[in-house]
């Protein structure tokens, strides 16, 4: 069984895979599974569960246990009641399927399924691609992301993994993880923070061959930091996660990784100096040459640095040494806002690396903080990680076509003596992992009409489209009514749970059972927070959305959630405005906001919905991907054209809100959208939906539906995306030269 792990073998001691194996660790906590029930100890530690064919495994051993653990399979299977387990471990439907599920496991791990392409094959374990994030977002029991960007780190390692692309992931483990959010009984956002414990969690420690902890060290603000290393095992690849709370620290540098995004710029600059300099020096001690290192984000472009004061240390210049660093470095940008890329105060960067490191590398502290500038003489500029990546990497991209424009308009000074066309700044347009997002009971649609290898056929467009013009009309919309009911209620045990906690009367607790109806059309609106994503687009006009809504014969019905981040008041005032809205006993009945946006409730959106809305301010939303994932489980977009969505709609396959070839959008496009948005609204949604046949079913928006599955998902899921960045951007790069 331990050779089933085996590309990873060569990296981490495997010491604690055996006794995984054995079920030690359980053993060891005072636990023994029974012999039937064995393997779903060597199952919880991987990740891959929660995509697999089967991912109720786990809940299904007590539900009620899956919710208090934070569906976390380590601690459910620590506290379920001996009784419980028996009680399964005899019961032949569920041991069968434990049995099955491990088998699957142990062919995935193996290899023997992967169907990756041979583009893909030209990448070894010996040299791995080494991806860099800050924030990953995997699954509901590992909080240490705040929104898109992490959750697509999360998708693009799944789908390494399925297409057996060797990677390697490195992130930092947030103690505290991202706030969560509670909406006081007037609508205003508190935030709170939950603890994560690493012996809770599906992590393993990082040894070495002796058996003893791994650990690196970095000089941040003039001490030694010391970091240990947790290991997440996601399906074939590894995810690497920093943590600098160790006791021997100096209890400031034990909260380094203490909050994400969650404090000053100093916190910021030292976690980033963590991720990439502590991340390049865990990879070396692993004994890992990544043939390229992926930075998603700017985050980690200190990396480079790190990259570069090696080779300066070998005898290099340090002109010699960036080049030699380009050939190994890659950075996609995903984000035009200003506050999404990073700058750092000089006198910041100074203190916190501390004039040896810039020693170090053979330069002057202006030739240092230069690096980090456009115009690299401008000394009252800021140093920012956006113009450090692009200088210190061989290729840059957006993460949609337009994206990739609006990053050439932006950068574009970096090279003074190119034309816009000419700025070498490309594009990967995002996607979203299909076996993650979409739902069991789609799934099994899938299986029955594309094939039980639905999951590789998605990858061709045509097979495909073939396979979901077999599904009847009948059989898509009878499963979406059914995830629709459960979406309700989803929504209402959430809220009752809410309102209990903050102390409502029982009379009123009693009202969510009355709120949405599993009849009316639903629209999901659900995202962070932010300006640009215009959460007040659609309060416009109140009284027009009132007539929406209330319509005794044909009303509209919305599901809300989204964090605001805490110091940004302007986005909390509209999230309060959206509450109140919702409050309001006009309306409450039709439109829910839910507290705490998270996998979790993203998935029960996407999954239930009818119509995903979305309204970004042009060009600001550089892909978005929750439209994605609506649309794999047949809900149609009802977007702005900004993002992917510009790519995607083709006329059939959902709406478009505003003109493509508005390239920024002005205050008056505001009131030009919501006017938009009312009237697609009103004169195509609505009546669309509510046109049924003699049987009840609504026929054209079924074909909506199937032209949004057949069009969308092959193109928009991150297997697609994955392979995109392997044959384009990573296959270009050398492994290094020993
Ligand atoms: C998919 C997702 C996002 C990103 O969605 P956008 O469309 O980019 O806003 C954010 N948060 C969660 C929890 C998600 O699942």
Redesign the pocket.
């Known amino acids: 069984m331990t050779k089933s792990v085996g590309p990873v073998c060569n990296y981490a001691a495997m010491i604690v895979e055996e006794k995984i194996e054995r079920g030690e660790e359980l053993i060891k906590e005072g636990r023994q599974l029974p012999p039937t029930l064995r393997a779903l100890a060597r199952l919880m530690w991987n990740y891959w569960w929660s995509w697999s064919e089967d991912p109720s495994i786990f809940r299904d051993l007590d539900p009620g246990m899956w919710e208090e653990c934070g569906h976390n399979p380590r601690q459910l299977l620590r506290q379920v009641s001996p009784f419980r387990l028996w009680q399964l471990a005899t019961d032949p439907g569920y041991v069968a399927r434990v049995q099955k599920l491990a088998e699957s496991f142990d062919r995935y791990m193996s290899g023997a399924e992967s169907g990756a392409s041979r583009r893909l094959k030209k990448f070894g374990w010996e040299h791995p691609v080494a991806y860099f994030c800050a924030e990953y977002?995997l699954h509901d029991s590992l909080p240490i992301?705040?929104?898109?960007?992490?959750?697509?780190a999360g998708d693009h390692l799944k789908s390494a993994s399925d297409l057996g692309l060797p990677l390697i992931a490195v992130g930092l483990f947030y103690r505290y993880g991202y706030f969560r959010q509670r909406i006081r009984s007037d609508g205003w956002q508190e935030e709170y923070y939950g603890e994560l414990r690493p012996d809770l969690l599906p992590f393993q420690p990082v040894l070495d061959e002796t058996g003893a902890a791994v650990t690196i060290e970095v000089a941040i603000r003039g001490r030694l930091v010391r970091a240990r290393v947790h290991r997440v095992m996601v399906g074939r690849v590894q995810l690497l996660l920093l943590d600098s709370n160790l006791e021997e620290n100096d209890p400031t540098d034990r909260w380094i990784t203490g909050h994400l995004y969650g404090g000053d710029r100093e916190t910021r600059i030292v976690q980033e100096m963590l991720l990439g300099i502590g991340g390049v020096r865990l990879l070396r001690k692993l004994g890992i040459e990544p043939a390229v290192y992926h930075l998603n984000e700017g985050h980690s472009a200190f990396l480079t640095l790190e990259l570069a004061r090696e080779l300066v240390a070998q005898g290099m210049s340090f002109a010699e040494a960036a080049a030699r660093v380009r050939q190994m470095c890659v950075f996609t940008t995903h984000t035009p806002i200003a506050a999404g890329n990073d700058e750092f105060d000089p006198s910041l960067v100074e203190r916190c690396f501390g004039e040896i490191y810039w020693r170090e590398l053979g330069l002057t502290r202006e030739e240092f903080l230069g690096l980090g500038r456009v115009h690299p003489e401008d000394t009252s500029a800021p140093f920012g990680m956006t113009p450090l990546a692009i200088k210190m990497s061989r290729a840059a991209n957006g993460v949609s076509r337009k994206h990739g424009e609006v990053t050439r308009a932006l950068w574009r000074e970096l090279w003074p003596e190119k034309r816009i066309e000419e700025v070498p700044i490309g594009y990967v347009t995002?996607g979203?992992h299909a076996p993650t997002?979409v739902a069991p009971f789609i799934r099994s649609i899938y299986e029955r009409r594309v094939g039980r290898r639905w999951t590789e056929a998605i990858r061709h467009p045509k097979r495909w489209a073939r396979g979901v013009e077999r599904i009847a009309d009948e059989e898509l919309w009878e499963a979406h009514l059914l995830l629709k009911e459960r979406l309700i209620a989803f929504i209402r045990e959430r809220l009752r749970r809410a309102w209990t906690e903050r102390g409502e009367a029982p009379s009123r607790v009693e009202l969510v059972h009355k709120l949405l109806d599993p009849r009316a059309l639903t629209i999901g609106f659900?995202?962070?927070v932010a300006g640009y994503?215009r959460w007040g687009l659609l309060l416009t006009d109140p009284e027009r959305l009132l007539r929406l809504v209330s319509d005794a014969e044909r009303p509209v019905q919305f599901v809300f959630a989204?964090k605001a981040h805490p110091q940004d008041l302007e986005a909390k005032l509209a999230l309060q405005r959206v509450a109140q809205w919702q409050a309001d006993s006009r309306v409450m009945f039709r439109a829910v906001f839910l507290e705490d946006?998270?996998?979790e409730?993203?998935?029960q959106f996407?999954q239930g919905v009818d119509v995903w809305l979305?309204v970004p301010r042009p060009p600001l939303?550089a892909?978005?991907?929750?439209?994605?994932?609506a649309a794999m489980n047949g809900a149609l977009n009802l977007s702005v054209l900004d993002?992917w969505w510009i790519e995607g709609y083709d006329g059939t396959n959902g709406w478009a809100i505003g003109d493509p070839h508005v390239m920024q959008a002005s205050a008056e496009d505001d009131l030009r959208h919501a006017e938009a948005l009312y009237r697609l609204l009103e004169t195509e949604v609505v009546p669309l939906y509510y046109e049924r046949d003699s049987a009840g079913i609504p026929r054209r928006w079924a074909w909506m539906m199937k032209r949004a599955i057949a069009t969308l998902a092959p193109r928009f899921n991150s297997d697609r995306m994955v392979s995109e960045y392997a044959e384009k951007i990573y296959a270009a790069a050398r492994a290094p030269v020993a």
């Open positions: 977002g992301y705040s929104g898109g960007l992490g959750i697509l995002n979203v997002w659900a995202r962070r994503k989204g946006y998270d996998q409730i993203a998935r996407v979305n939303e892909s978005g991907t929750s439209g994605q994932k993002g």
